[in-house]
Nanobody
Framework: QRHLVESGGGLVQAGGSLRLSCTASGSILRINAMNWYRQAPGKQRELVATISRGGTVNYGDSVKGRFTISRDNAKNTWYLQMNNLQPEDTAVYYC?????????????????WGQGTHVTVSS
């Protein structure tokens, strides 16, 4: 079962903006952290941004000052606002979270990933 569904990718020119969304569904007791990763062709998957349960945010060095992670806990949704996009930001973006969800009659932890959304930045 896929607990995370993301959207918002697309094609944008350099300097443009996109906003990605990720929503967790199911019987969720707790989300320990909300994260965004990306993977460009031929490259390792990298952590782009993360927000902890306590609200602490961290960003990868390459996106600091340009990207902002935020969340709406009531909706089990988190976002990645991407501004001043550059061609090197082109990648498949994945949301990720470690969830405590109901399964087999009890809550258990599971590391969940979105399906990926493509972001292409042209120059």
């Amino acid at each position: 079962q896929r607990h995370l569904v993301e959207s918002g990718g697309g094609l944008v020119q350099a300097g443009g903006s996109l906003r990605l969304s990720c929503t967790a569904s199911g019987s969720i007791l707790r989300i320990n952290a909300m994260n965004w990763y990306r993977q460009a062709p031929g490259k390792q998957r990298e952590l782009v941004a993360t927000i902890s349960r306590g609200g602490t945010v961290n960003y990868g060095d390459s996106v600091k000052g340009r990207f902002t992670i935020s969340r709406d806990n009531a909706k089990n949704t988190w976002y990645l606002q991407m501004n001043n996009l550059q061609p090197e930001d082109t990648a498949v973006y994945y949301c990720n979270a470690y969830l405590l969800v109901l399964g087999s009659g009890s809550y258990r932890g599971t590391d969940c990933w979105g399906q990926g959304t493509h972001v292409t930045v042209s120059s």
